[in-house]
Structures are given as structure tokens and as C-alpha cells.
């Protein structure tokens, strides 16, 4: 629709993986260096590892490698199995590595053991005939354990000197994590080649967009300086996001003929085919509500706190440190009666310097008072945020059925101040205080 507007031969920015179009930046040469490295030379029969984020190349270098084996039958002749979906059974997975080998499976279906045998004798004739036999595996992430297991054993078809088989898998990154499982490990000691392929840098954004559109035929580059940095950053670099957005704007720009494209049409064209967790703002549209829904339980804990006067433990602020200040009431009570804090002072204090390891003062005091007796020995000594207090605060909110995290946030103060009786609501004026820690105020 656009190519004439453009003088395009072909679109520029499918999202299919065509070799011709493939744009080899650093870490995309040596991915497919190590492919090959491992398929005909240094793989010894091992498994060849390639992992990305989605989007970043594996399915468009494995189309290439395949093209460079081919491209070396007469050095290296070599049959390959290719697996697209292994989403599937154990069996089920055999069955496809035999069907694209062309193994005749015949009375053989649904047996393990027939179709290891078949694959067997095939694999010892390939060695015979000087045939180099190879598995890839796309989508290696969607393997389950047991299928992952069965691909394992596969690589025990050997001879006394060589394996037979030489798998490659293609994967997300969720596969790194599923190899570091204590129950794989003899499959992740297997793999002798690894790398992960990671999104193009701003510069490489450039290149790679200026070489797809002169394969495509182009001439002249339709993007200013400004709309190529804005791809790179509505993309994070991610080629199959670069092909979108870069799609996407060559045809805002076709429909109102404008012949050389700026950020802005970037911008329209990335809000249209981007879903909102994608697009730059992302992080902003999540953060709002989430800092509603905090600042409104603050307020609720606050609400219903009970409001009274608290003597604050002494603190010597360090000259180069500044001090968050609350207001607690000016009148004073007995030394080490944390019984009655204002709630609101309370929770500014928290919400102004968190507590951490080695804390104290009157709100540490207020927290331990609450454990007593139940989770801490009774005491009138003043309390610190050491390993004991933090293990009682766990263990008061699995019981009160909050998250055991050790933090003291709205819903574990709300649940230790249903402890207390009401204090008395006419709460004198307020002076400062201070949360004190072995390291200085916090």
C-alpha cells in the first residue's frame, strides 16, 4: 500500500524471521558464531544453549543457521530436526524428532521405547554415512521437566568416540532458571555452549532500521535523528518491537503524506500498536494508583490509632545526618511508657524513616510493648529492631494472617493497635522526636 510512496520493493519491517533481512549486530554475531562453533566443530555431542527476551532475534538466527549449514552440506553434511512447538509429551516429542528426520513410524507410535530404537538406528547409519545429525528445539522454555528429561537422554545415543545427536535450544530466559533446578542439573552440566542474545543498543536501533529499509529497496531513509531515537526508546531495542513501531509510522506517514517522519509520528504510531505496559509511561500509569492505595491505608491507619502522649527516648543527631521529625505531645509521662502514641505522629514517622537493624526510640518501644508477653518476655528495658523483635513482628502477622515480611507497614500497625484500649482523645500540643538506630538517627 505504502512501498510506491516510499520506492519499496517489499515491506521493510515484517516481523517475519527472513534471513535476508537479518541485521547481524556484535552480540547477534556471536550468538550465531557460538551456534555454529557448537554444531560443527566444539559441540561433542553436547547441548548448544541461545536464550533472549521475546523478540530479540533466536528465531530469525536459527532461520540463518539453518541457511549456513545448508550453505556447507558439501563439508559438512548435516540433517536437521526441527521443533517449533514443545508443548507437548514426552512421546509426543519423540514422535516429531523422528517425523522431521522422516523416520518411518509405523507400528511405533506411541511406544518409547520403539521410537528410541528407531531414532537409534537412524542416527548409527547417519554416523556410517559421514552425516552429522542436529536437534533445535524453538520455544525450549515451554519443554516440561519430564519432556526436558527425555531430551537428556537422547544425547546417551552415542558410539565409543562421538554422540550421535547434537541438540540446540532456543529459549526466553525463563529456561536458564528452569536448568538451575537441582533435578536437571545433569542436563545443565551437558550444555558446552551458552549465550544470551540482549536488545540493540540506540546506535544499533539506527543501523538495523536503516539496513532493513535499504534491503527493502529504499533509497531514501524516511526517519529524522529524532524518530529513531524515540523507536529506540518506545522498543528498549527489541527488534520485533523496532519492526512494529517502524511499520506502523511508515504508514501514519503514507496516509498524510509527509516524506520525512519526526518523533511525534513515532509517539502516535507506538500509542496505537504498543500495549500501555510497553509504551514509555508504563511505569508512571502503574505508579499513581499504587501511591493512592498506599497514602490511603496510611490515612487509615492513622484514623484509627489511638491519639495520646508518649515520652520519645533521647537521641543525639549526628551534625551531618538530617533528622526526620514527627509531632508527639509536649507533655510528658513516665520514662519508658510507650503505652499511648499518636497514631498520625506514628505513621509519618514511619513513612519518613522506615525502621531498620538497630532502631530504637519510642516507636520501637511502642511495636515491643504490643508483643509482650506473647512473642517477646516481658520487659520494661527499651526496646531495639534486632533479629528477635523482627522474628516476633513475623511471627504476630502469621498469626493475625498477614504477610510474614518482618515490615512493619499500615496493616501490621492496624492489627497491633487492635491490642490496645482506647486512649484519651484530648491530646496536648506536640513537640519533635526521633527514631534512633546503632548507626545514627533514622
Not at 88 to 95: A, F, G, K, N, R
Not at 248 to 257: I, K, M, S, V, Y
Not at 319 to 329: E, N, W
Not at 429 to 438: E, H
Request: with cysteine.
Amino acid at each position: 500500500m505504502y512501498l510506491e510512496h516510499y520506492g519499496l520493493i517489499e515491506p521493510p519491517f515484517s516481523i517475519t524471521p527472513d534471513p535476508r533481512f537479518v541485521f547481524l549486530s556484535e552480540r547477534h554475531r556471536d550468538a550465531l558464531a557460538h551456534l555454529l562453533f557448537g554444531i560443527t566443530q566444539g559441540g561433542g555431542g553436547g547441548f548448544v544453549q541461545l536464550t533472549g527476551e521475546v523478540g530479540t532475534g533466536k528465531t530469525t538466527l536459527c532461520r540463518l543457521l539453518l541457511e549456513q549449514v545448508t550453505q556447507r552440506e558439501d563439508t559438512t553434511p548435516t540433517r536437521v530436526a526441527l521443533v517449533l512447538n514443545p508443548r507437548v509429551t514426552p512421546i509426543e516429542l519423540l514422535e516429531s524428532v523422528c517425523e522431521e528426520l522422516h523416520i518411518d513410524l509405523d507400528g511405533r507410535r506411541g511406544s518409547t521405547k520403539a521410537l528410541v530404537d528407531a531414532l537409534n538406528a537412524y542416527l548409527l547409519d547417519a554416523y556410517a554415512q559421514g552425516l552429522r545429525v542436529v536437534l533445535v528445539i524453538d520455544e525450549a522454555q515451554n519443554l516440561s521437566v519430564e519432556a526436558l528429561e527425555q531430551v537428556r537422554l537422547l544425547t546417551n545415543l552415542e558410539t565409543p568416540t562421538q554422540k550421535l545427536l547434537q541438540i540446540v535450544l532456543l529459549a526466553q530466559p525463563e529456561l536458564r532458571r528452569m536448568l538451575a533446578r537441582e533435578d536437571l542439573r545433569q542436563l545443565a552440566q551437558r550444555i558446552t555452549a551458552r549465550f544470551h542474545l540482549t536488545p540493540l543498543d540506540a546506535a544499533e536501533t539506527g543501523e538495523y532500521l536503516r539496513h532493513r529499509y535499504r534491503v527493502a529497496g529504499g533509497t531514501r531513509f524516511p526517519f529524522d535523528a529524532s524518530a529513531v531515537k524515540r523507536i529506540h526508546a518506545h522498543s528498549g531495542g527489541v527488534p520485533r518491537l523496532i519492526n512494529v513501531i517502524a511499520e506502523r509510522t511508515l504508514l501514519a506517514g503514507f496516509a498524510h503524506d509527509v516524506p520525512l517522519l519526526d518523533a511525534r509520528w513515532v509517539d502516535r504510531a507506538a500509542a496505537e500498536v504498543l500495549p500501555a505496559r510497553e509504551r514509555g509511561t508504563r511505569r508512571w500509569a502503574f505508579a499513581l494508583p499504587v501511591a493512592a492505595l498506599l497514602l490511603a491505608s496510611m490515612g487509615a491507619a492513622a484514623w484509627w490509632w489511638p491519639r495520646a502522649p508518649v515520652e520519645a527516648k533521647a537521641a543525639t543527631t549526628p551534625p551531618a545526618i538530617a533528622t526526620p521529625q514527627i509531632a508527639l505531645p509536649e507533655a510528658p509521662v513516665a520514662a519508658g511508657d510507650t503505652t499511648r502514641l499518636d497514631a498520625e505522629s506514628f505513621a509519618a514517622a514511619l513513612r519518613e524513616a522506615p525502621l531498620k537493624p538497630g532502631a530504637s526510640g519510642a516507636v520501637v518501644d511502642w511495636i515491643s510493648r504490643r508483643l509482650q508477653p506473647a512473642y517477646l518476655p516481658a520487659t520494661n528495658a527499651p526496646a531495639v529492631f534486632d533479629a528477635a523483635l523482627q522474628d516476633a513482628v513475623r511471627r504476630f502477622q502469621r498469626d493475625a494472617g498477614l504477610a510474614d515480611d518482618g515490615v512493619v507497614g499500615p496493616a501490621t500497625l492496624m492489627a497491633l493497635a487492635a491490642r490496645d484500649g482506647q486512649a484519651p482523645a484530648d491530646a496536648p500540643p506536640s513537640r519533635p522526636v526521633t527514631l534512633q538506630s546503632d548507626t545514627g538517627v533514622q
